[in-house]
């Protein structure tokens, strides 16, 4: 069955980065764009990009140009976003989940992001 | 980027209504939008994609309709189990945007 299993919570200071990961298993890694998509506390959901996981090919929403890295690893089948210079804005939960022509049919179980001196 | 609007934000409901929310597009996204459930804690689910065809294992008591910019997701015969937030996603255009959701609760 298919699983997307994201990494625990993270307790960052301001200025700082994280990475952030999602491994993917049930199913062939490379097959299906990874997306990546971000709620604020008690907010509504904001689509950040996807990853092909078998190109490495990118597409970002311009506001998360400058915050996200998506990579991959395929030998793990692992997906990841790196955050960097996170401010008090970024604390949010973020998820991961895959895309097909029926939409986000798997999603990982969102990882707490928390930005705190 | 394209705005999608949801209407309204809040429900009271009742189990056994009949319940009909609905969601906008600042432009034309033809039949690409989704419906997803979030339930307090829980990740987004998928209920309905193409903005009609339910996704597998999907109750029939849940009907997504619409082409364009106004779309419109109807829970027939709402069950206890159905208060959660609701939000739609559009795909035709870059970024990727979700409505601001709609919350069910209880009367």
């Known amino acids: 069955q298919v699983n997307l299993l994201q990494s625990g919570a993270a307790l960052v200071k301001p200025g700082a980065s994280v990475k952030l990961s999602c491994k993917a298993s049930g199913y062939t890694f490379t097959d299906y764009y990874i997306h990546w998509v971000k709620q604020s506390h008690g907010k509504s959901l904001e689509w950040i990009g996807y990853?092909?996981?078998?190109?490495?090919?990118?597409n970002y929403n311009e506001k998360f140009k400058s915050k996200a890295t998506l990579t991959v690893d395929k030998s793990t089948n692992t997906a990841y976003m790196e955050l960097s210079r996170l401010t008090s804005e970024d604390s949010a939960t973020y998820y991961c989940?895959?895309?097909?022509?029926?939409?986000?049919?798997?999603w990982g179980q969102g990882t707490l992001v928390t930005v705190s001196s | 980027n394209t705005v999608m609007t949801q209407s309204p934000t809040s429900m009271f409901i009742s189990v056994g209504d009949r319940v009909t929310m609905n969601c906008k597009a600042s432009?034309?996204?033809?039949?690409?939008v989704d419906w997803y459930q979030q339930k307090t804690g829980q990740s987004p689910k998928l209920l309905i994609y193409g903005a009609s065809n339910r996704y597998t294992g999907v109750p029939d008591r849940f009907t997504g309709s619409g082409s364009g910019t106004d779309f419109t997701l109807t829970i027939s015969n709402m069950q206890a189990e159905d208060l959660a937030v609701y939000y739609c996603?559009?795909?035709?255009?870059?970024?990727?945007?979700f409505g601001g959701g709609t919350k069910l609760e209880l009367k």
């Open positions: 996603l559009q795909y035709n255009y870059n970024p990727w945007t």
């Open positions: 990853i092909n996981p078998n190109s490495g090919y990118t």
């Open positions: 989940t895959r895309w097909a022509r029926v939409g986000f049919a798997y």
């Open positions: 432009q034309n996204v033809g039949t690409n």
